[in-house]
């Protein structure tokens, strides 16, 4: 079982396992935004950016090759058209909120349907929703309430 400590210096959760040779962060600033409408990621982005975060723009396929490194607290994912553009994505998220914790790396998913609490609830992936279009307000008060 692995322990975990925060350098409250660099907002960093260090994976104490002692059969890991690298510890794994988790980086408090850093948050990806995926998805494949690189224009989203840009909005999204330049909001992600008024809250203290440090977004980096990322394609479904890039996000999976960057996921650990450092491991991202906010991971935002643009659904696309049917919901689906990330699915490649939910299990190894899974795997990462199992092993840091559910509340070391927050995930959202931008919605163009609107999914009821009984859809997301199958995404175990995933925290929130937020139907498109997005606004400031919006994202930023789904941000504020998942990270507490």
């Not at 982005?45 to 650990?68: M, N, Q």
């Not at 696309?80 to 699915?87: A, R, S, Y």
């Not at 995930?107 to 609107?114: D, E, H």
């Amino acid at each position: 079982m692995s322990k975990s400590s925060v350098d409250p210096a660099r907002g960093l959760e260090i994976d104490l396992d002692p059969e890991i040779s690298e510890p794994q962060l988790v980086d408090s600033t850093k948050a990806f935004v995926v998805g494949r409408s690189q224009i989203n990621r840009v909005v999204v982005s330049k909001i992600l950016e008024k809250t203290g975060l440090r977004p980096v723009s990322l394609d479904p396929e890039a996000a999976l090759k960057a996921l650990h490194s450092p491991i991202p607290s906010t991971i935002i994912l643009d659904g696309g058209p049917e919901n689906d553009d990330c699915n490649a994505l939910m299990a190894p998220l899974v795997a990462l909120r199992n092993e840091f914790g559910k509340n070391a790396v927050c995930v959202l998913l931008l919605l163009t349907k609107a999914l009821g609490q009984d859809d997301l609830a199958l995404l175990p992936a995933v925290d929130a929703g937020v139907a498109k279009p997005i606004t400031p307000e919006g994202l930023m008060s789904v941000l504020e309430r998942m990270r507490g």
